[in-house]
């Protein structure tokens, strides 16, 4: 059974950092490439970062600079560290898996929620201007 947890999230002030979590079971982590995206209130959920099973690593144009993906294989954790937030970062952060695993999907680019799955439950980051 795959399961993705997500912690971390919070209230902070802008230009605060924050650091999320993603714990993983239920596959082998290591081969799968793995994905941050966020939802804001009316708006479609958005690929901001991803990390290849090598550490290759991807984002979104608004969050370059600012967040960065890693991931710790022998603790089976996705982390994003987010640094410099704003406003316009609140929203429900979500982790996900690559469908296929053994793939450089950061080669694509920011990820696509399509080609990600066995989401999270979320967590939550507000920006407070």
């Known amino acids: 059974q795959v399961q993705l947890v997500e912690s971390g999230g919070g209230s902070v002030q802008s230009g605060g950092s924050l650091r999320l979590s993603c714990a993983a079971s239920?596959?082998?982590?290591?081969?799968?490439?793995m994905g941050w995206f966020r939802q804001a209130p009316g708006k479609e959920r958005e690929g901001i970062a991803a990390?290849?099973?090598?550490?290759?690593?991807s984002y979104t144009d608004s969050v370059k600079g600012r967040f960065t993906i890693s991931r710790d294989n022998a603790k089976n954790t996705l982390y994003l560290q987010m640094n410099s937030l704003q406003p316009e970062d609140t929203a429900t952060y979500y982790c996900?898996?690559?469908?296929?695993?053994?793939?450089?999907?950061?080669?694509?680019?920011?990820?696509?929620?399509?080609?990600?799955?066995?989401w999270g439950q979320g967590t939550q980051v507000t920006v407070s201007s």
């Open positions: 990390i290849d099973s090598d550490g290759s690593t």
């Open positions: 239920g596959y082998t982590y290591s081969t799968y490439s």
């Open positions: 996900a898996r690559a469908r296929q695993p053994a793939r450089r999907w950061t080669l694509r680019g920011a990820p696509a929620p399509r080609d990600f799955t066995d």
